[in-house]
């Protein structure tokens, strides 16, 4: 029988000497691996565990549900926030109501990069939406997040150096392995009649596409909401509103 990964994870409210040794032990005896373990946010602890039998798992938070210095949040099979949440000892912040919805702020890019290269390394087709004000890492977090997924990646529009407005790709550069990078302002308000069929196409392909300024290629596109996998929202601040008529402008104007 193979090996399942589990995210236990539980919150703290009497932290006495030994109290983890005395889970490590439980954990020991069902022969359960702590593969990865992590405070997570104050008196909350997450553990990466490892087994090849269900039923261990199962005994584990009957016997934790016994143990009154703690509570069980959770006992799943690890979610990517989870594995995030014990690698960097931190939750993403996830709207509440919209749960495709992920915000960081520029202080947690490396955060942001871990995130995108576990979600890149996903194969077929996926939209990742991506909200931000001009220069707060956006493009730079995309690449960094390629890298780390070691995949390529594809500009077909952008103005990371200078306006980008691809009316053809290479071979190489058609790879559905590859990370598409596609600036929504520019590929809607700045365009061509060939860049449009060329996008057309790339978003029918079994590829991962990253598109910065989503609400404004959705407004004056024909794709919607629905059509977006994940939307990130990436701040200065956690305060900072993120506007678009400030900036559209200077794209039409300057761009």
């Not at 589990?6 to 702590?34: C, F, Q």
């Amino acid at each position: 029988m193979s090996k399942k990964q589990w995210y236990l994870e539980y919150t703290i409210h009497k932290n006495r000497p030994g109290l983890l040794g005395d889970i490590a032990s439980m954990l020991g005896m069902l022969e359960v691996n702590i593969l990865t373990i992590n405070g997570v946010e104050g008196k909350t602890r997450g553990m990466l565990l490892e087994t090849d039998d269900e039923r261990k798992i199962e005994l584990l938070g009957e016997m934790l549900r016994t143990v009154s210095s703690i509570t069980v949040s959770a006992l799943r099979h690890p979610k990517l926030v989870d594995i995030l949440a014990v690698r960097h000892g931190r939750y993403i912040d996830r709207d509440s109501d919209d749960l495709k919805t992920f915000r960081f702020t520029r202080d947690e890019l490396g955060l942001l990069v871990d995130f995108l290269g576990e979600v890149f390394k996903r194969e077929g087709h996926q939209v990742i939406g991506l909200r931000g004000m001009p220069r707060v890492g956006k493009t730079e977090s995309i690449i960094a997040g390629s890298v780390c997924a070691m995949k390529r990646w594809t500009f077909v529009s952008s103005t990371l150096l200078r306006q980008t407005v691809r009316s053809q790709l290479s071979e190489d550069e058609s790879n559905p392995g590859n990370i598409f990078i596609i600036d929504g302002i520019v590929s809607t308000l700045r365009s061509n009649e060939k860049h449009h069929q060329l996008l057309q196409s790339i978003m029918q392909m079994p590829s991962t596409k990253v598109i910065e300024h989503p609400d404004v290629f959705m407004q004056e596109s024909e794709y919607s909401y629905d059509d977006f996998d994940i939307i990130i929202e990436l701040r200065n601040n956690p305060n900072e509103e993120i506007v678009y008529d400030t900036f559209v402008t200077v794209y039409n104007e300057d761009v």
